[in-house]
């Protein structure tokens, strides 16, 4: 079945840093895929998302590219602030039908002052 | 445009007793999903409906779970006799058509504690 992979974390960086959580999937057909983004307490937020391979999601200063050959929805932002300290999920939704979403473990983002 | 609306937010039961947790997808969404988040674990699908019907259970136990989406009202995700394994965080989501390109807008979840 599907299934997505990825980075452990915690992720601690300090601000200002170059930011890489990386994401692969197992999936039959052309998936879409997405990450989210859960702070302490809430819900999921959309981040970005990229429903075709070489598709470009970005939002936030975040972006991710779909590569089809690597199978990789690779998580980026030249420059994080504290504020982006959260959990970080990436998702797919298989490419047929309906859109269930198949999520990665999260990847929890520490950035201190 | 009111998000989608989950209640209650946080919910406590004792061993043996019902849960009831409660969905109001976003305005003009006839899609909705419910997922559990266990601790220190990704999301897990459970059930996906829409109006008066269910399309995929596939993720949801077959004993003691239970879920409805009414024609008026909110969706409704039962839970009977509960254990303590079910202490976790339910999710619901709503999207507008269903499709597999579609994004899914998520309420602040419902934080179920068993005794």
């Known amino acids: 079945g599907d299934s997505v992979t990825q980075m452990e974390g915690p992720v601690t960086l300090s601000e200002e840093a170059f930011l890489t959580i990386n994401c692969t999937y197992t999936a039959t057909g052309y998936p879409s895929l997405f990450w989210y983004v859960q702070y302490p307490g809430e819900g999921l937020q959309l981040l970005l998302k990229a429903t075709k391979a070489d598709d470009k999601g970005s939002n936030k200063g975040f972006e991710a590219t779909y590569r089809k050959e690597t199978t990789s929805f690779h998580l980026e932002k030249g420059s994080v602030q504290v504020s982006d300290s959260a959990v970080y999920f990436c998702a797919l939704s298989e490419g047929s039908g309906y859109s269930t979403l198949t999520f990665g473990k999260g990847t929890m983002l520490l950035v201190s002052p | 445009n009111a998000g989608v609306m989950q209640n209650p937010r946080h919910l406590v039961r004792r061993r043996g007793q019902e849960a009831r947790l409660r969905c109001s997808p976003m305005k003009g969404h006839s899609h909705v999903y419910w997922y559990r988040q266990l601790p220190e674990e990704g999301l897990k699908f459970m059930v996906y409906?829409?109006?008066?019907?269910?399309?995929?259970e596939s993720g949801m136990p077959k004993e003691r779970f239970s879920a409805e989406f009414p024609k008026e009202g909110p969706s409704i995700l039962r839970i009977q006799q509960v254990v303590r394994g079910d202490s976790a965080a339910y999710f619901c989501?709503?999207?507008?058509?269903?499709?597999?390109?579609?994004?899914?807008?998520f309420g602040p979840g419902t934080r179920l504690t068993v005794l």
């Open positions: 989501a709503s999207s507008p058509f269903g499709q597999y390109t579609d994004t899914q807008y």
């Open positions: 409906l829409q109006k008066e019907n269910i399309i995929d």
